[in-house]
């Protein structure tokens, strides 16, 4: 199975080609510039630097948010429109759960945070058990000294991701 992952959810374009559970190519821009322009572009250099066609794709996935408003909604339609012209499944997937993922490592709390301005921040409260991780506290909108205190009466480690 070859996934193409797409993540417009914030500042960072992310672009992903995977075979089963490896990643083969992806394409990173932390510019902070018109994601509706730069987009559909760097799928098709990423295709074409793996020597690959849009009809060799099996399933698109892709960031729902939290994030952008208008960044999500660049995402989910490039999404949308290539599963449907391609007739292959689409996956949407939690922009901080995916952060989340990267912090399978450490034994503790993990807070995956995106800054939402005016003092608040778009996170979420995760760990990893047996291997899986799972969501200990849902994804949400919340002023970030209002998250530090949660997190404070918790009393366990906790790793931030942003």
Not at 23 to 29: C, F, L, N
Request: hydrophobic share 45%.
């Amino acid at each position: 199975m070859t996934i193409l992952a797409i993540d417009t959810s914030n500042y960072t374009l992310g672009i992903a080609l995977l075979r089963e559970d490896t990643v083969i190519a992806e394409h990173m821009t932390y510019l902070k510039k018109n994601h509706s322009v730069r987009a559909m572009p760097a799928v098709h250099s990423l295709l074409n630097d793996c020597d690959m066609t849009p009809q060799d794709l099996s399933k698109i996935v892709v960031a729902k948010g939290p994030g952008s408003y208008t960044g999500v909604r660049i995402g989910v339609t490039l999404a949308k429109t290539l599963a449907w012209s391609l007739h292959i499944p689409i996956a949407a997937v939690s922009s901080l759960e995916t952060l989340a993922a990267n912090g399978r490592h450490f034994d503790g709390l993990i807070s995956p945070i995106f800054d939402a301005r005016r003092g608040q921040v778009y996170t979420g409260l995760y760990e990893y058990k047996n291997g899986l991780l799972e969501q200990v506290v849902p994804d949400q909108n919340v002023m970030l000294a209002e998250w530090l205190e949660m997190l404070k009466e918790k009393d366990r480690p906790v790793l931030f991701l942003g």
